[in-house]
């Protein structure tokens, strides 16, 4: 099956810097990869997502890049703010199944 | 739409007893997800079902575990008999092509096994 690993396990940056985590996928089949946020005691949310036949998505402070012959993609959250603190988890799919990275804490710090 | 509903919201049982956790999917999907999620193994998929059909079930940890999907608006998991290894989070999500293939997640059960 699929496995997804995700990079780095947590991350703390200063508020205004950017934030990048990194995820590697195993089968090139999959060709839909989201992206959701997790704050404590709630549930995951998407945020972005981009889907196989796109390098390259950009929402506001977020963007996701996808290397298809790496096998890899990429979150990147620029000008973090404090509400940017949760757990970021990538995910990879094929046929509506998926495949969860571990996830990734991110702490803002003020 | 009001999203996917979870029942209960936290549930807290004694070892050996059955649990069983609802959910409703939002109106017009036909994807179901069950995922369970700790600290541990992180977020897991444990069976999911098309057009109330499962799918796929190779998640389900054993046989204990059970889940149905009579109608297109109800979905359970049960488990028979619980263990304090089953304290987790599970998670109802549903998908639909009309929602672009994403998948929404419900607000989850947490059930504590003592």
């Known amino acids: 099956g699929e496995n997804v690993e995700q990079h780095p396990s947590t991350l703390s940056v200063q508020e205004g810097d950017s934030a990048v985590i990194k995820c590697t996928y195993s089968d090139s089949a999959s060709n839909y990869f989201p992206w959701y946020k997790q704050e404590l005691g709630k549930r995951p949310q998407l945020i972005i997502d981009?889907?196989?036949?796109?390098g390259e998505k950009k929402d506001q402070r977020i963007a996701v890049t996808l290397n298809k012959t790496a096998k890899h993609f990429s979150l990147h959250i620029t000008e973090t703010q404090p509400e940017d603190s949760a757990v970021y988890f990538c995910a990879a799919s094929k046929h509506y199944k998926l495949s969860f990275g571990a996830g990734t804490t991110v702490t803002v710090r003020a | 739409d009001a999203g996917v509903i979870q029942s209960p919201r936290h549930e807290v049982t004694e070892m050996g007893q059955e649990v069983t956790l609802r959910c409703k999917p939002i109106?017009?999907?036909?994807?179901l997800f069950w995922y369970r999620q700790t600290m541990m193994r992180g977020l897991e998929l444990l069976i999911y079902?098309?057009?109330?059909?499962?799918?796929?079930d190779s998640g389900m940890p054993e046989d204990r575990f059970s889940a149905k999907m009579p109608n297109a608006s109800f979905s359970t998991l049960k488990i028979q008999p619980s263990e304090p290894r089953d304290s987790a989070v599970y998670f109802c999500?549903?998908?639909?092509?009309?929602?672009?293939?994403?998948?929404?997640f419900g607000e989850g059960s947490w059930l504590t096994v003592v």
């Open positions: 999500a549903s998908d639909g092509a009309h929602s672009g293939n994403t998948i929404y």
């Open positions: 981009i889907r196989s036949n796109v």
């Open positions: 109106s017009g999907h036909d994807y």
């Open positions: 079902f098309n057009n109330n059909v499962p799918i796929d």
